[in-house]
């Protein structure tokens, strides 16, 4: 099938991210870019395990974790991952315009929790938590901050699909770019999910 | 017959390698002429899994020689085609199975001897009574701490003959490793934790060797990695508590010679802020910031790695960066005039507890 | 757009290279790049033999003996072997499996202009206040006391030119997945692609290790982390962890591809199929994954315990078993066979006792307890250089003598290649021979010198000799070169007459699209088949049509010079005002030309049949 072929509903396949070799390609090395991303956070957690009790002189996770405020941030992405699948779930039934409008839900989300990501960074370093303050500090900033920067890469990765691809609609050449970017944005939200358990719930425990 | 001539092979295999393995390097300094327990246990698991690899060897060797003599394509061959061979499932087994065998019969006492050398229980008892040495590691120098015993002394480790020592192993600024070949394996001296091992020296073979083994830092640590040499005094029993006892009690004595006074002067004024001069140091390790001298006039080397003698010791006073590039003493106090230089020698060379 | 077949100026040679995205040229870069890198370590490792030829020696100064022995290994792993290890595969796997191109051809060019500047930027700290001189492995206690800007160079470097790497694991993969012709099933494939196939996967999971490291370190020293500083809680061991998650995997993925390379010679030059493929097959991937399980027995001494000690140590000695398996398996290959010493058969004849050695003393050094008194002695230095001398390097100079034909259409001469062999064989048997016994005997490695009287000096004479025959050899194979460059002749598609997989049924070079029509694959060593059957060429699964190619692009450059900016202006960010601006733009430069990448539509191009068939002629009558 050619990738610049204009599609219809009826014409358009069940799985258009794989419908090309491109694609195909795409998809793969994505999923393997993914694993290479997972011993990448594995080794950041494991860093942070080993120091997260090194506080030196500075707070400690109990003392300085502010809980209501991740908590939201974490409703937050969760749902953005949900609204991403049903982007995903109109892009295979090319429905262009419902695709663009849930992406659109999406980043708005993600950007919800990077601002709230943000506040929090900047409250614990009013607290005197700064990125220098102890290992356990720079070994949660770097952690955390690692996964803040996927996320804010995935939104102007995201943005830049839809706007690139407004007025052109769903091809089979951007059908696996928009694909890929959802994957990549669940995979954001996997990692949240255990930054949020060892991190943070861990973390207040003790 | 056979089994004689398999038996005589093997060992006359075993005891070639021994031969050549023992005649390398200097009784002081080299694993191949173990001095104790501990050497000689890591000796046993060299000349083991040595024996083991020759035959591996031995065995590929002659394979690899006979294809590659006869299987070389002759004049007239060029258009032969040989037979193409899939495999052989049963030597495939063969070469799977005999060397997981072999290595069955080197990991069993690799096991056993990993576990042997880390007991460490007996000094970490309460109420202990073996030797303890806490060791230091700094650029580029050691300090030996005996804990039960009060004293403190630097690059000459003094140690009983015929028992287990025991060792706490640290560094002060960068990571470093505490090694004494002939002795036994090393052991690294990290900044986060401390380390323990025991090593035992052989009073007969310390005599052989000089009662005197070569230390050396293994692990990169700067520029005067290379240098970083210490000096291992192995005394019977009896010779090494006279030691102690001698350092426990040794003090500065006053000297009458005017140049001695001087050079005590001058060392007061510029080098007693790091340097202590009695093996009795009761401030913390933080504030031990250079060797102690208590006993400098006893050490075998200046430096750590020059003849002991005092035209070396004001070479080294006068310029320390040329003799150990990268070392922290240079710099920490003001030039000396030649006058000054022979008073300071010659006062640091009163500095003896025998 | 096709650009077959015409004349270019100097100027429009260099602009395809810097825009290219054929494997093939790609190839050419990284040979070139990693041959340029290759000279300079050697130079280094000279250095090192000099100063080392007598006690007490002040050919250079401790100091700057740190930094060539650092730069030396350094260079060696990151920017010479792994650069022409992804040289040997761009010229050869696509070719093998039957496809036209890689999966990623963009991201190829990226992953060699990624590895290009870091490598660069690396080696400009020479020039910039020193260079990092904490070895290789940078340990994270000496590597935070370095006073220099060195390490930063490194920290920085080698971030750059791993996520070239990263990349280029990652397109291999899912070339082999996904681009193998009809009837290349996993089980017919090449033992070289094989090979690349396992390595990539242990790049993939080998390398963010590494990054996360280079990270940390990063961090304590340009931007006030506490990773690795114990007054603060950090801990200096968890850098040794990380680096050999890392490190020790690297080894394998530098010697698998050297394992693939000997297997295709031996195969060739024996005229026989490999023996024992699919045990060959299990080997490789049971390599790769013991691979990850027994980092820590380069820590043996750091204090884990008997437990750790224990295990890591039984878990070295497995790996053995599959080498072991490779070892036989190359042996009987040759067994029944009709041996014909070319150049790459004799690296590859001289291959299996050299590595032999490096694999024995690879298992006596597993022994823990022995292990305390080789680790960290010249003993170990001369185990390395075995496995990755005698492993790799003769590999490398195997492969390219062997590939030499296929990658520029001539023949390395037969003479001076066998010159060059003898010279490097003898050089390096008798640099690294002796130093087995210098370890033992208690001399520690790193030192930029040794005091006389202890031992040492026959033993560091004849090394440095040694050092001069590899060092001969070496130059004999450049002249190699310029004389083949110049003088030699253009040969046909199957120089070495014995070739046996896909690479010898093109033409030499291979054509832009390197298969007129994809070819149908009827067995393992297809080529081989198609030539007993008395065919000429291969049998095609495809009609000649229309070849679909992507388009050069100069994006891959512009986003690793941005990076290469980048690392600049951060690291000289506490100096100097403008190093946090120019930090930024770095950035900026490189998030542009990605964000042009991904809004430009780059549909490719197509090269027209008529041109194909006009192409394939040529070939044929070269």
Redesign the interface.
Known sequence: MHVEEKLTPETFPAEPEKATLEGKNKFLGFWFFLGGETVLFASLFATFLALRDSVANGPTAQELFKMPIVFLATMLLLTSSLTSVYAMHHMRNFDFKKMQLWLGITVLLGAGFLALEIYEFTEYVHEGFKFSTSAFSSSFYTLVGTHGGHVAFGLLWILTLMVRNAKRGLNLYNAPKFYVASLYWHFIDVVWVFIFTVVYLMGMVG | MKKWLRNWRLVSLVSAMALLLAGCGKPFLSTLQPAGEVADMQYKLMLLSTAIMVIVIAVVTIIFLYVVTRFRRRKGEENKIPKQVEGSHTLEIIWTVIPIILLIILAVPTVLYTFKLADVKPMNKKERDVVVVNVRANLYWWEFEYPDYGIITSQDLVVPTGERVYFNLKASDVKHSFWIPAVGGKMDTNTDNTNQFFLTFDDKRAEEAGRLFYGKCAELCGPSHALMDFKVKALPRGEFDQWVEKMKNAKPVASTDPVVKQGEEIFNKSCIGCHAVTPVDGRPEQARLAPNLGNFADRERIAGILEHNEENLKAWLKDPEKIKPGNKMTGTYPALSDEELEALTKYLMTLSVQ | MSTLARKKGVGAVIWDYLTTVDHKKIAILYLIAGGIFFLLGGLEAMIIRIQLAVPNNDFI???F??EVLTMHGTTMIFLAAMPLVFAMMNAVVPIQIGARDV??PF?NALGFWLFFFGGVFLNLSWFLGGAPD??WTS?A??SL?SPTHGIDFYVLGLQISGFGT?IGG??F??TI???RAPGMTYMRMPMFTWATFVTSALI??A???L???L??MM??RL?????F??????????WEH?FW?FGHPEVYILVLPAFGIFSEIFATF????L?????MVFATVLIGFLGFMVWAHHMF???M??IA??IF??AT??I??PT??K???W??T????????TTPMMYA?AF??SF??GG??G??N????????Y???YFVVAHFHYVIVGGVVFALLAGAHYWWPKMFGKMLDEKLGKVTFWLFFIGFHLTFFIQH?LG???M????????PG??FETGNMISTIGAFFMAAGTIVLLANVVITTVKGKRVGNDPWEDGRTLEWAVSSPAPEYNFAQTPLVRGLDAYWIEK?EGKKGLTPAEPLGDIHMPNPSILPFVISLGLFVAAFGFLFHNDHAWGTPVGVVGLLITLGAM?FR??I?D?GFHIHKEEVMEAEKKGAGA
Request: hydrophobic residues 50%.
């Open positions: 100064s401790a100091g003996y740190n999966a990623f991201l904490a070895g340990y206690s000496l006391a990263l990652i397109n993969l899912v997945i996904n681009m993939l999971f390398f963010p290790p990054t996360v490291g990270i940390f961090m304590d931007f006030g982390g506490n990773f500083d114990p007054a603060l809680g950090g801990n200096t061991i968890i990380l998650i024996s005229r026989k199929r023996f024992g493929y699919s045990s001494t750091v204090g315990g008997p000690n224990a140590a039984v000695m497995a053995a078993v072991g398996i070892i036989f398996n042996l009987f040759m067994w029944g066979g009709s041996i014909r010493f004849v299996i006792p032999v050695i024995v003393t298992v006596m597993a022994t823990a307890a022995a292990d305390y008194q680790h960290d002695s016994f033992l005997m208690g520690p490695r790193r030192v930029f010198t040794f005091l202890q031992g007993m964000f991904s809004i539509d549909h």
